[in-house]
């Protein structure tokens, strides 16, 4: 019996890169930090899943948001990424095996 596909998570991973190879500065982290607020109420009041969180290091903050639609959770978050003024930046888009990527 082939796995029911339909109760697969989906994910939306934002790659940002910082001045510096390690955490960034101050103002970058907090920027980061009131983005994620932001598409954590945006996310929660549209009902398409959650933002789940950061992780910093090697000169890049990553966000993280999972739900059982890739594409309506970034079209929820995708205001306040393309907000964020770090550059180059890009986002996965991860549904079940199939990535995509949509660069800001």
Known sequence: ???DNGDEEH???AHFP???????DADQRERVYEAEEVMAAAVEEAG???VDGNEFGGGEALLYAYGPDADALFKVMEPTLRGLPFRPAHVVLRQG???SRVDL
């Open 97 to 99: 095996d199939i990535e």
């Open 11 to 13: 994910a939306v991973i």
């Open 48 to 50: 398409v899943g959650e």
């Open 18 to 24: 910082l001045a510096a190879d390690g955490f960034g």
């Open 1 to 3: 019996m082939a796995p």
